[in-house]
C-alpha cells in the first residue's frame, strides 16, 4: 500500500479516547497516527505529507499550549485542533492566536471534528503547495548571476530596458540579453508571471545595488 | 445473847432490814443497766422512800452539756399534796452545789407541817453528777443505819447515773454519726443527680456539637466539590467524548457496504468501558456529596488516595504540578468512615495544589505518601513545595475561620482534624525540606499483622 497523501495525528493521554478518535476519523476515511504524549510526538520521525494534529490541551507531560510553542519555535508548521475538556477562553483566544485551527470542547459532535480536520487538512496541503512552490522559486533565483538579480529587480519595478541600462551604466542591448536569461532562468512566461514571483520572494530594487 | 424466837429485840430487827435494804440497793445497778437517767433517778426515789418512809426525797441532775438539769422528787404517804419538784429546788437553791456540813440540818417543809430533818448527799466523786436530799419529820432522822443505806443508795446512783451518761453519750456520738451518715449521704445522693443532670446536659452538648461538625463537614465538602466542578465536568466529559465518538464510529462501521461488524463490535466495547469508567466518576462524587455519614468500614487508605488524586488529576495538571504517589501496599487497613477520609485528603491536597501552584513552574511539585509509622500506625503525607508555613501561623491553620484564600471559610483543616482526631488520630502540621509545607495525619490500625 502506497503511503497516503495526508494524515492526521493524536495526542491524547487517555487510552481510550486516543482509540476511539481513531477509529472514527479511520471510518470516515482518514489515515491516523495516534501519540500517548507530546515528548512521544515530539520524538517521532514525521512523514512529509499533508498533515493535521488532534491535541488534548491537558497533557501529562506538558500543556498543549506548551508543545504548540515547541512547534512553532522549532519551524514545524501543522495546524493543530485543540480538545479541551471544558471551555477556557483566555486558552483558546491564547490557542487561536497561536494558529489553531480549532478548539473543541469535549464530547464534540463528529462533524465540527470532521469539518475542522478537512480545514487543517486543506490549509497544510495549500501551505505545503506554497512553501513548495516558494522553495523552487528560491532554487531558480539561485541560478541567477549577480548581474542578472540586479536586472530582476529593475525589472519587476516596471522600468524600461533603456532606463534600466541607465542605472547600470550599460546599453539596453546588453539588457535586453540579461533580461532574456532571466525570463528563462526563472521560469517565466510573462513579465507579469515575473512580478508575482518577485513578490513571492520579496524582491525589490534594492537603493543600495544601485552605483552612485 | 440468848434470845428468843419472837422476841427479836427492835435493834436487830432494824439491822436485818438494813441488810437487807443494802443488798437491794447493791442490785439496783444491774437493773439500771440501759435505762434512762430519768428513769434510774425515779426508782430511786421510790425504793429509798419504801426503805426509809421518808417524807420528802429529792434528786437534782445536772445538765451535761448544756442540758436542763433534770429535777425529781418524791413525797411520803401520810403528805397529802404534791408540788413540783421545781418548787422543792427554789427551796433548795441557795444550799444546792454546797458542801453536806453547809446545809441546815432542819428546812421548811414545802408541803407545810412540821419543819423537815434532812440529809444531802452530793452524787458522783465530787458531787458532779447532781445531789440527792432526803427529808423526814421524823426528830431522830437519821439514824446511823439511814445515813448508811443513804450514803450506799448515792453512790450506786452514782455508779448508775454515770453508766446512763455515758449510754447517752455513746447513743448521742451513735446518733450524730448516723445523722452525719445521712446527711452526707443525702449530700452525696443530691451531688449525684446533679452530676447525671451535668453528664446529661455535656451529652447532649456533644450531641449538639457533632451534629453542627456533621453539618459543617458536609457544607465543606460541598463547597470543595464545588470548587471542583471544573475538574470534575473534565473528568466525565473525557469518557463521554469516547462514548459518542465510538458510538458514531460504531454506526459509521454498520452502515458501511460491507458491514465491518469486526470494528463495530471493538467500538461497542469502548462505550461500555467508557461508560462504565463515567458512572465510576459519577460515584466517587455522589459519595462526596452524601449528607448522613455511612458509617466505619475497613478501609484501604491507598484506594481512597488514589481516588482522591483521580478526582484532582485535573487541579494538578491544570496548575502544571506534578503529583507523586509513593504508596505503601503493606499498609494495614483502618476503621474509618470512607467519606470522611476521603474528605480529609482531598482537602489537604487541594490545599496543597493552592499553595504549590504560586510557586516557579518548575519546582510545582505534591508527593502523597502512605506508609507504617510505629507498629499499628498508619501514615498519610501530602507534601508540597509552595511557600511553607510560617512559624506564627503553625497552630492558627487549625483555628476555625482561619482562611488565607479569597473563597475559603477556613473550615477545612479544623474539619479535617476533628474527623482524625474522631477516628483516634492526629493531624499536623510542619514545613518540608528544603521547601514547602507537610501536612500529615496518623491512625490506629484495625488489626496487628501476625
Known sequence: MSAPDYIVFVVDDDPLLRESLQDLLNSAGFTVQTFGSATEFIGSELPDVAACLILDVQLPDRSGLDLQTELVKSGIEIPIIFLTGHGDIPMSVQAMKAGAVEFLTKPFHKESLFSAVKEALTRDGEARRQRSELADLRNRLATLTPRERQVLALVVTGLLNKQIAGELGTTDLTIKAHRGRVMRKMGAGSLADLVRMAEKLKISSEPSVRPK | MDVQPGDVPEEVKRLQRCINDLVSLLALPAVWSGCEPSQIVHTLLAAL??????????????????????????????????????????????????????????VRNPLGGQDLAIVPLGLGLQGEIGEIVAGSERADFPRQTERLILSVAANQASIGLQGARILSEQKHVAGEL???????????????????????????????????????????????????????????????????????????????????????????????????????????????????????????????????????????????????????????????????????????????????????????????????????????????????????????????FFTTKPQGIGMGLPISRSIIEAHGGRLWAENNEPHGAVFQFVLPAELRRE
Not at chain 2, 434528786?59 to 436542763?68: I, N, W, Y
Not at chain 2, 408540788?83 to 440540818?105: D, N
Not at chain 2, 453528664?199 to 461538625?213: F, P, V, Y
Not at chain 2, 469486526?262 to 467508557?274: F, L, P
Open chain 2, 49 to 106: 422512800q419504801r426503805m426509809l418512809q421518808l417524807d420528802l426525797v429529792y434528786v437534782r441532775l445536772r445538765g451535761s452539756g448544756g442540758e436542763e438539769p433534770i429535777e425529781m422528787a418524791r413525797f411520803g404517804e401520810s403528805q397529802e399534796q404534791t408540788v413540783p419538784p421545781c418548787e422543792i429546788g427554789e427551796l433548795f437553791k441557795r444550799w444546792l452545789g454546797a458542801a453536806p456540813q453547809e446545809w441546815p440540818p432542819l
Open chain 2, 178 to 400: 448516723d445523722r452525719r451518715v445521712a446527711q452526707r449521704t443525702a449530700e452525696l445522693g443530691a451531688a449525684n443527680e446533679e452530676l447525671r443532670q451535668e453528664i446529661a446536659d455535656r451529652k447532649r452538648a456533644e450531641e449538639d456539637l457533632r451534629n453542627t461538625q456533621a453539618e459543617l463537614a458536609h457544607l465543606s465538602r460541598v463547597m470543595t466539590v464545588g470548587e471542583l466542578a471544573a475538574s470534575i465536568a473534565h473528568e466525565v466529559s473525557q469518557p463521554l467524548a469516547s462514548i459518542i465518538a465510538s458510538g458514531d464510529s460504531c454506526a459509521a462501521w454498520l452502515s458501511s457496504e460491507p458491514p465491518n461488524l469486526e470494528r463495530a463490535r471493538a467500538a461497542i466495547g469502548r462505550v461500555t468501558q467508557a461508560a462504565t469508567q463515567a458512572s465510576e466518576i459519577v460515584r466517587r462524587i455522589r459519595a462526596l456529596f452524601k449528607k448522613t455519614a455511612a458509617g466505619t468500614t475497613s478501609v484501604n487508605v491507598n484506594a481512597v488516595i488514589e481516588d482522591a488524586v483521580s478526582l484532582l488529576r485535573h487541579e494538578t495538571q491544570r496548575h502544571n504540578i506534578s503529583l507523586l504517589t509513593e504508596l505503601d501496599t503493606r499498609v494495614p487497613v483502618v476503621r474509618a468512615d470512607r467519606v470522611q477520609l476521603q474528605q480529609v485528603i482531598l482537602n489537604l491536597v487541594m490545599n496543597a495544589i493552592e499553595s504549590t501552584a504560586s510557586v516557579d513552574p518548575e519546582r510545582r511539585r505534591l508527593v502523597i505518601q502512605s506508609g507504617l509509622s510505629n507498629p499499628g500506625e498508619l501514615r498519610v503525607a501530602v507534601k508540597d513545595s509552595g511557600p511553607g508555613i510560617e512559624a506564627q501561623q503553625a497552630e492558627k491553620l487549625f483555628a476555625p
